[in-house]
């Protein structure tokens, strides 16, 4: 049974029909935080572990894939061509928010790799209620 999942995904900023140069970001999915994506950029380091992320609700991803999808930090919808995907992220100043561009197979596939995980609907049964509970409560319940 896969746990984990990780996917490289290459995305383009501003207009799909000017050249850009294209940012590699990553794609988690870990079981054990079930309702979770995390969308990671890579640091000076050339890693994510000192870049910067954005986690969101798996759902948003797949209702994203179909439709305009997310209000706060992070909107995806379908792109103009089918074959891509728009992610507009919102930096946690104010300002415009930045449009990049994600290719739609590439998301595709690390869904199924997630719903091969935890199916969708199926996220509840894999949270261990009574330590959630407990580490709210501060090791009390």
């Not at 209702?63 to 930090?73: A, F, H, N, Y």
């Amino acid at each position: 049974m896969i746990r984990y999942t990780s996917t490289p995904v290459t995305m383009w900023p501003g207009d799909l029909d000017a050249p850009a140069v294209p940012i590699t970001a990553r794609l988690h999915y870990d079981a054990s935080d079930p309702y979770a994506v995390l969308l990671a950029f890579p640091g000076p380091s050339g890693t994510c572990t000192d870049g910067i992320s954005w986690m969101f609700a798996r759902a948003l991803l797949f209702d994203g894939m179909d439709k305009p999808s997310g209000d706060c930090d992070i909107r995806i919808e379908p792109a103009e061509d089918e074959d891509w995907i728009t992610f507009i992220l919102h930096p946690l100043v104010e300002g415009a928010g930045l449009a990049l561009h994600a290719p739609r197979e590439t998301l595709a596939r690390f869904l199924a790799r997630t719903f091969e995980a935890v199916p969708m609907g199926g996220e509840a049964s894999r949270i261990d209620w009574a330590a959630e509970l407990a580490a709210v409560l501060g090791g009390a319940a």
